[in-house]
């Protein structure tokens, strides 16, 4: 099966591009799927979790980028998962091209993928395509917060930084000062601080499928009978 998506990031190309191959920086943008491991490979390891009314479908997967030109801004990603219970799997062939127009950056991607099992029976009646829409929509808008969030540290950090700079105390030397001959007190040296532990993953909360079955059929709905609106979130 293929299929064709994009969506839009009001940020310069360039920071666009810098995220989307880093995968560990967006996964917390990808419902469902957590990082667990980097292979010396250059591939990524992890796992993806989809929750099917009161039973939960856990997969493992492999993903790795196996193109990346910058100067064209394209990229091309490798994923496959298998579900833990041997019911089947998915894998899946990404072509993600950047284009930029008045400083934002629209992202096209080109998929070729197969699935197999449970997952399959999202494939029926074209619901796979309005549910990856309805997925992409949500990781364009969580990446668009994750740019600004990520733009706003870096401002603050940068001005705390000038702010210390320019409020530190000035040493003056022997016989300065006020002319007393006071010699200058030295700077007290740097305090040793614990140890901190690296911060903790949060793994990421299950797709609820069947809610989100619910809302894309509820959006066909709203379209057949013109009538905009969304009662599943």
């Known amino acids: 099966m293929k299929m064709e998506q994009s969506f839009e990031v009001d940020a310069p190309i360039d920071e666009v591009w810098q995220a989307l191959i880093d995968i560990e920086r967006v996964a917390p943008c990808l419902p469902g799927a957590n990082i667990t491991e980097k292979s010396d490979d250059g591939s990524y390891k992890g796992t993806f ?8 479908a856990s997969y493992n ?6 193109e990346a030109d910058e100067a064209a801004h394209r990229a091309v990603l490798h994923a496959r998962g298998t579900d833990k219970r041997g019911q089947g799997g998915a894998t899946a062939t990404i072509v993600n091209t950047l284009t930029e127009r008045d400083g934002k950056t629209q992202v096209h991607a080109d998929t070729d993928f197969a699935i197999t099992g449970r997952l399959a ?18 990781f364009a808008t969580c990446l668009q917060s994750k740019l600004v969030s990520e733009q706003e ?13 320019g409020s530190a105390p000035e040493t003056t ?6 002319g007393n001959g006071a010699a200058s007190v030295p700077p007290r040296p740097p305090q040793p601080q614990a140890a901190q532990a690296p911060p903790s993953q949060e793994a990421a909360a299950p797709i609820n499928g069947v809610q989100l079955v619910l809302s ?11 009538r905009p609106g969304r009662f599943f979130k």
């Not at 999202?122 to 549910?131: L, N, P, T, V």
């Not at 030397?173 to 006020?178: D, E, I, Y």
């Open 121 to 138: 029976r999202f494939g029926r009646a074209g619901m796979i395509e309005d549910i990856s829409n309805r997925l992409l929509r949500d």
């Open 61 to 66: 997967g492999v993903l790795k980028i196996q």
């Open 173 to 178: 030397g022997a016989g300065g000062g006020a």
């Open 153 to 165: 540290t870096e401002v603050a950090t940068a001005t705390a930084a000038e702010a210390a700079e």
């Open 49 to 56: 979790t989809l929750k099917l009314g009161p039973t939960t």
């Open 216 to 226: 894309v059929l509820y959006g066909r709905l709203a379209k057949l009978f013109n």
